[in-house]
């Protein structure tokens, strides 16, 4: 299962599962970042990390850690 | 029991949806800032009057998520429900209308009147965006005001609006009870499929935001975005002196002013005395400061504003995360160059408690402005060659301290979890220059406030050691002071500053650190110029550097300790970083001084 760090830039990806603490969960729910939704990584951070991503028209930055444990589905 | 004469109204948003625009735009200077009732988070409120109605509107810190499983600020949700206000009016940027959505459900569970107020609608416009408010008002079976809180525009008819609905009975959405999941909280997956179904259809958003994109292809780019930062940091820093060192001089030029004033009066010795140097000296150095912090927080509140302070959050968070804390502390560190005040109030940014911790007792490692004068003339006397070079490493060395003490703290502090950073980059706008004029403005008053009263008490307190007993010269050797300056002086010795006068210095550094300089001067019975000739006698140029790492470590001052103590509201922590920078610096010079003597130097 791909997640949502090896997302490659500009690629849309859907949320399928996110599978962090329930508190960096609760969180990434009240940024709309929930099961089903569109995510699209556009752009990386100078140092790398956070990566920044694009989701329902926001722009987020989401550190590599946490978003390795994000699951998401994609057409490779 | 309710005041029927008045509406009290509470204004909720997600973080950069324009809040504070149209709280200031409405409140205007009617804005009355206090605390949260227990807590250390700023509470603003405002009364209106709109057709010979009183509105009180309540400013909510601005929350992704009021949801009671959400680990966000539980003051919203606290205020919503204990204070009951009439109407709740929630404003939405509609650029990211969906994401913003997920407040307004969360809101409908409280059973309260809601008002959704549109922002950025002519930004949106620009940018491609197709809604049809229409038709999402019936959708969503809510009141929706389309304004531009930059502007004041349609201020009124939100008002209107406001009396309207408080005169109407609630009535709940048709919807609510299928998208609740439980008495409290809402289905994060029937939001998305009722917004799927009945919002998408009558909202297009642009794919994507072309400007804030080719602005960040420059400002976070692999290349040009260290180059661009830390010009932006030299520009903030540059700005901020060059403007206010003519404004700190008439300060400084009116408080010498009165001195002389009151010391022409035939006022009793004792009297003058307290008044010239204890009260007019004091508050005026206190005082001449606050052109420095109007200013930085005006300088601050555009880099806010524009939404590139986000930005240069996300740049060091990869360096900060290896210290266990992240990129948002950066900021804070970035102001206590200019004053730890306003940078110990800046961690108010810091959502994350333990980190807040951390980042407000680092920050009295930033060399603050008022330490520069301190540097300057001891570098100048001792390191005439390399002055620039020794004042730069003890701004680095100041940071480098702040992020190994972080790293220690980040292990000791024992609230769970760690700062995730998730992180909205908000689209670049142009700052209203009302807003950050008036927020520079807060920032200052409430600095003066402090000034008024604490630090006041600190003076007064302190003179009296210098003038005591009756007779004695002012902070002389034979003052309170200056015995207690030469009881603990021989902790100083191993330090290379053995000399009582360093001791009573370092006292008088606690009200404010470029006192420092003038005791020195008052205790040798010299000028500024002086000290040139008379200190090379008494420290060697090790010792000077030493003493210079401990007015750089230990406690900035005492509005600093006081703003600590109110920020992080403790007084257990506040006393423990007293204690805590005072061992530090006592440590980290006796290391340099011994290791420097060992080598001779």
């Known amino acids: ?76 | 029991m309710k005041n029927n004469n008045v509406i009290t109204v509470g204004l909720i948003a997600n973080p950069n949806t324009g809040k504070t625009s149209l709280l200031n735009s409405l409140a205007g200077l009617n804005l009355h800032v206090g605390n949260w009732s227990g807590k250390t988070v700023e509470k603003k409120q405002g009364v209106v009057n709109f057709q010979d109605q009183k509105i009180k509107i309540v400013d909510l810190p601005g929350t992704y998520s009021i949801s009671p499983y959400s680990n966000e600020e539980k003051i919203a949700r606290d205020f919503l429900l204990a204070e009951n206000p009439d109407v709740i009016v929630q404003i939405i940027d509609v650029n990211s209308l969906e994401r913003n959505l997920f407040l307004t459900f969360e809101l409908l569970t409280l059973n309260k009147k809601l008002i959704l107020a549109f922002n950025f609608n002519k930004e949106a416009k620009k940018k491609g965006l197709i809604v049809d408010v229409k038709k999402l008002g019936e959708k969503l079976e809510l009141p929706i005001v389309e304004i531009e809180a930059n502007t004041g525009e349609n201020e009124n008819n939100l008002l209107k609006k406001i009396i309207d609905i408080h005169n109407d009975n609630l009535s709940q959405p048709s919807y609510l009870n299928s998208i609740i999941k439980d008495k409290e909280d809402i289905s994060h997956t029937a939001v998305f499929n009722f917004v799927k179904q009945n919002i998408l259809p009558f909202y297009k958003s642009p794919e994507k935001d072309v400007r804030t994109e080719q602005i960040d292809s420059w400002l976070l780019n692999k290349y040009t975005a260290l180059p661009f930062f830390f010009f932006f940091v030299y520009l903030i820093f540059k700005t901020t002196f060059v403007l206010s060192a003519p404004l700190t001089d008439g300060i400084n030029y009116i408080f010498d002013y009165f001195s002389v004033l009151v010391g022409s009066l035939a006022l009793p010795a004792f009297w003058s005395s307290l008044l010239v140097d204890g009260i007019i000296g004091g508050v005026g150095s206190v005082l001449s400061f606050t052109p420095l912090i109007f200013i930085l927080f005006l300088l601050i509140a555009i880099l806010e504003d524009s939404g590139y302070l986000a930005r240069t959050v996300i740049m060091l968070d990869r360096i900060f995360h290896k210290f266990g804390i992240s990129g948002q502390t950066f900021l804070p560190m970035i102001l206590g160059f200019g004053c730890n005040v306003p940078a110990i109030m800046a961690t108010r940014t810091i959502q994350h408690k333990k980190e807040r911790l951390i980042a407000i007792f680092i920050n009295s490692f930033m060399s603050c402005s008022a330490r520069l004068p301190v540097y300057v003339l001891f570098t100048g006397i001792f390191f005439p060659k390399n002055a620039t070079f020794v004042i730069m490493i003890l701004y680095f060395g100041g940071v480098f301290i702040g992020l190994i003490v972080s790293f220690i703290l980040s292990k000791l502090i024992k609230i769970d979890g760690e700062n995730a950073l998730i992180l909205e980059l908000p689209p670049y706008r142009f700052p209203s220059i009302k807003n950050i004029f008036k927020h520079a403005w807060w920032q200052m008053s409430m600095f003066i406030k402090k000034a008024g009263t604490l630090i006041l008490g600190a003076v007064v307190f302190i003179w009296l050691l210098a003038s005591l007993p009756f007779g004695v010269e002012y902070g002389s050797s034979e003052s309170y002071l200056g015995q207690i300056g030469q009881f603990i002086a021989p902790i100083f010795k191993p330090l290379g500053f053995g000399h009582w006068s360093f001791a009573v210095a370092l006292i008088f550094g606690l009200v404010a650190k470029e006192i420092i300089i003038g005791t020195l001067g008052t205790l040798h019975g010299v000028t500024e110029e002086g000290l040139l000739s008379v200190l090379p006698d008494l420290i060697t140029p090790l010792g000077a550097f030493s003493f210079l790492v401990f007015i750089l470590l230990y406690i900035p001052c005492l509005a600093a300790v006081a703003t600590i103590k109110k920020e992080s509201g403790s007084w257990k922590f506040t006393i423990f970083h007293f204690i805590t920078v005072i061992v530090i610096a006592w440590l980290v010079s006796f290391t340099i001084f011994q290791t420097g003597s060992a080598f001779g130097l």
């Not at chain 1, 490659?8 to 609760?26: L, M, Q, V, W, Y």
């Not at chain 1, 099961?35 to 556009?42: L, M, N, Q, S, W």
């Not at chain 1, 028209?57 to 994000?70: H, L, Q, V």
Request: proline share 5%.
């Open chain 1, 1 to 76: 299962m791909a997640s949502l760090h090896d997302l490659p830039i500009n690629k849309i990806g859907i949320i399928n599962k996110i599978n962090t603490n329930d508190n960096i969960r609760e969180r990434l729910h009240s940024f709309g970042l929930i099961d089903g939704v569109a995510i699209k990584p556009i752009k990386n951070s100078p140092l790398g990390c956070p990566r920044i991503y694009r989701c329902l028209n926001t722009n987020i930055a989401i550190r590599n850690k946490t978003a390795k444990f994000i699951e998401i589905l994609y057409e490779k």
